[in-house]
């Protein structure tokens, strides 16, 4: 019995010895590893410019689409703001040529970009705050603030993978409609939105219901993307979308970011697990 308890505690000390170097000196090294990675995700979002300090540069790029050629054009994209769009819309019946442009002294901010980076800066300044000074004395500190940066980092990959959902009439109200000049047609509403690593355009045709309409209304309710057929109130009138053409362009830097976010989730993650073994023998002892 005496040999059995000697070689637990021998075991023991092991243990506690393996553990006081994960939290002293591997903890550190992950950290460190973490901020390399997201300063690099960092970059990838301000894009400066050669030649003016701290202004992004712009960057153009084609929309296209497998399934229709109605909508084609170019959008120009300058950190988290559209600073010009291109658009040309084949109308379906009339083959009508339709432009749409961004009038100069406008830019529309995508908040979906601009969430994400300050929720990277976030994670970054959590990482930060613990430097190479800093004792971690329990394994609790050290999966605290795991979660405090994996917290920051899904929300920032969220905002990138999870496009808001909009009602019809929020797509009216929204001040992209008037980014344009000359000022969209009233049967056109235009959206705008990232989905992963694409800029995604959509553009709806509408036309009023008449009030004699047999239709049964149905207002739509909230949708990343609307259907023909979706119904809204506006105003007086009752419109109906008719047609809706979706466009897109990939986004480099975006994929990029999302992979720093999904490798730097799983270097929280090991760490996590690598505190937990311990931790069902102690519970989160101090050091």
Request: hydrophobic share 40%.
């Amino acid at each position: 019995m005496a040999t059995v308890m000697a070689a637990t505690a021998a075991e023991r000390a092991v243990l506690e010895e393996e553990f006081r170097w994960l939290l002293h000196a591997e903890v550190h090294a992950v950290l460190r590893q973490l901020q390399d990675i997201l300063k690099e995700a960092s970059l990838r979002f301000t894009l400066p410019g050669s030649g003016s300090e701290g202004l992004a540069k712009q960057e153009n790029f084609i929309l296209g689409s497998c399934g229709t050629d109605q909508v084609k054009g170019v959008l120009t994209l300058q950190g988290d703001a559209l600073s010009q769009a291109d658009v040309n819309l084949k109308m379906p019946r009339s083959n009508q040529l339709l432009h749409l442009a961004f009038r100069e002294d406008k830019q529309w901010k995508l908040q979906q970009i601009q969430d994400a980076r300050n929720h990277v800066s976030q994670a970054i300044y959590l990482l930060t705050h613990r430097d190479e000074s800093y004792q971690f004395k329990t394994g609790a500190e050290v999966l605290k603030l795991m979660d405090a940066v994996m917290l920051q980092l899904t929300r920032a990959r969220n905002r990138l993978t999870t496009p808001a959902t909009l009602t019809l009439p929020e797509i009216a109200a929204s001040g992209l409609t008037r980014m344009f000049a000359p000022t969209l047609p009233s049967d056109l509403l235009v959206n705008v939105y990232i989905n992963l690593n694409k800029l995604c355009l959509t553009v709806y045709q509408l036309h009023t219901l008449q009030p004699n309409s047999t239709k049964n209304f149905r207002p739509a309710g909230g949708a990343v993307l609307h259907s023909p057929g979706a119904m809204f109130e506006w105003g007086s009138q009752r419109l109906e979308v008719c047609h809706v053409h979706k466009v897109e362009c990939v986004i480099p830097w975006l994929n990029d970011a999302l992979v720093y976010f999904t490798v730097s989730l799983q270097l929280c993650q090991q760490l996590k697990d690598k505190i937990s073994v311990f931790s069902s023998y102690w519970s989160y002892r101090p050091f």
